[in-house]
């Protein structure tokens, strides 16, 4: 069982609807939880983070984590087309490395 | 632009070679990561440098090796190439070692064909 499970899409959206990206993962000693997003030919870069479980809102970003379930989620509201992109979440341990757990990914594509 | 340099963007070889990547971090970033992704295994976290000293090992291959030097720039040395090793390799860096946000800063990473 891969550490972090995330299904790949893609997901097809059409222009301001509300997107649910989900993630399971399996290693309860995961102490912080992020999702990065990935443009096509470009490397991935840091869209939220949270440490705790809950919900965070970033304008129209909501991430939230269930600690409990082992489940986060990325909410987007009012999807743009600029938001097609790969998404990805990752976890991490504050250990003495900064090693970072990567799901799959998911192809998001909004259509205008 | 993330101020992570990676090069060469392309590269194409053939089994049984041996190619260098490199990556230079963002200016005062003291720890180097690479990553490899390709389409079925998603992004993996090979290696860490803090510093000059190793700080984390992931799903690194031993026919696969990284250094950082002395001013931060990192390499990543692939040898006895397979046709399995083609992918993306991304290098990130990042202010600390551990115990911070998590925030990686990646590169754009050096496409890897082996034919």
């Known amino acids: 069982q891969k550490e972090v499970e995330q299904d790949p899409g893609p997901l097809s959206v059409p222009e301001g609807a509300i997107v649910s990206l989900n993630c399971t993962y399996s290693?309860?000693?995961?102490?912080?939880f992020m999702w990065y997003r990935q443009y096509s030919r470009k490397g991935p870069e840091l869209l939220m983070y949270?440490?705790?479980?809950g919900n965070k809102e970033d304008g129209r970003f909501t991430a939230q984590v269930d600690k409990s379930s082992k489940y986060i989620s990325l909410f987007i509201r009012d999807s743009q087309p600029s938001d097609s992109a790969t998404y990805l979440c990752a976890r991490g341990l504050m250990e003495y490395g900064n090693k970072l757990v990567f799901g799959a990914g998911t192809i998001l594509r909004v259509k205008s | 632009d993330s101020g992570v340099t990676q090069t060469p963007k392309h590269l194409i070889t053939a089994t049984g070679q041996r190619v260098t990547l490199r990556c230079s971090p963002r200016s005062g970033d003291l720890s180097v990561y690479w990553y490899q992704q390709s389409l079925d295994q998603g992004l993996q976290f090979l290696i860490q440098y803090y510093n000059g000293e190793e700080r984390a090992k992931g799903n690194i291959l031993e026919r696969f090796s990284a250094q950082q030097f002395p001013d931060l720039h990192s390499e990543l040395n692939l040898s006895s190439l397979e046709l399995g090793d083609s992918a993306l390799y991304f290098c990130?860096?990042?202010?600390?070692?551990?115990?911070?946000?998590?925030?990686?800063?990646f590169g754009e990473g050096s496409r890897l064909t082996v034919l």
């Open positions: 949270t440490y705790s479980s």
């Open positions: 990130a860096s990042s202010p600390r070692a551990s115990g911070s946000t998590g925030e990686l800063f």
């Open positions: 290693n309860s000693a995961f102490q912080y």
